[in-house]
Nanobody, 114 residues
Framework: QVQLVESGGGLVQPGGSLRLSCAVS????????MGWYRQAPGKERELVAS???????YYPDSVKGRFTISRANAEKMLYLQMNSLKPEDTAVYYCNRVSSRWSWGQGTQVTVSS
């Protein structure tokens, strides 16, 4: 049973930064394409960053230049550095494989507000 545990969320002012972490247990994710997703109230879950085993990253235009995804395979950890945060980044953030997704974790709430 794979378990995903996200952490690092919180309340931050516009323009601020947060670093999210995701701990993966129960599976070797070294070769998996991993992603960070977010879901805002009333909206569908969307992919905000992905990273291959070779550390090639993808970002949609909405976060490009502000978010950076990284991974530490030996520690089974996934990270998301978020800078220049905007109110529209407010959402619950989740990590998971990009394809053949595992069961979702509880997510971590990010609130960007003054």
């Amino acid at each position: 049973q794979v378990q995903l545990v996200e952490s690092g969320g919180g309340l931050v002012q516009p323009g601020g930064s947060l670093r999210l972490s995701c701990a993966v247990s129960g599976s070797d994710f070294s070769f998996a394409v991993m992603g960070w997703y977010r879901q805002a109230p009333g909206k569908e879950r969307e992919l905000v960053a992905s990273i291959t085993s070779g550390r090639s990253a993808y970002y949609p235009d909405s976060v490009k230049g502000r978010f950076t995804i990284s991974r530490a395979n030996a520690e089974k950890m996934l990270y998301l550095q978020m800078n220049s945060l905007k109110p529209e980044d407010t959402a619950v953030y989740y990590c998971n494989r990009v394809s053949s997704r595992w069961s979702w974790g509880q997510g971590t709430q990010v609130t960007v507000s003054s």
